[in-house]
């Protein structure tokens, strides 16, 4: 009997429109690396468009979207439509940055899996991980 073998957790990691505060995306992105995370890193500058199209092109598992400024519930919004879209709804969004608790209903309504906003760590992004990667290997 050979052993299976997993395939890893592939997410997309980027900023939408002009938002430029990257270094807690970076960061996140070690983050996940370090977990055995196969990251697509998108960088800054992205639309809802480029960002849906890569998680159809790279075949992820997780989105990841950093967010330092504002308009952030509108471009979540954006984004969740574009996945419908394009077929990806049913991948899971993570929100991190600086997000009013007064905005995490709209967003969570968007159809956003889960945020990370000030009053989150690093361990809750590893232990949101662990989950999604137990749910993965379930399958």
Request: glycine share 8%; hydrophobic share 40%.
């Amino acid at each position: 009997m050979s052993p299976t073998t997993e395939r890893p957790v592939r997410c997309a990691l980027g900023m939408l429109a002009s938002d430029k505060h990257n270094k807690g995306l970076r960061m996140v992105a070690k983050l996940l690396r370090d977990q055995g995370v196969e990251v697509v890193y998108l960088g800054e500058y992205n639309t809802a468009q480029t960002i849906a199209k890569a998680v159809v092109d790279e075949d992820v598992d997780l989105v990841g979207i950093s967010a330092f400024t504002g308009n952030y519930v509108k471009k979540m919004q954006d984004l969740m439509t574009e996945l419908e879209r394009v077929g990806a709804s049913d991948v899971p969004v993570m929100l991190g940055g600086l997000i009013h608790a007064d905005d995490e209903e709209a967003i969570y309504a968007a159809g956003v899996d889960v945020i990370f906003g000030p009053r989150k760590g690093t361990e809750d992004i590893l232990e949101y991980i662990a989950k999604l990667k137990a749910t993965a290997n379930a399958r």
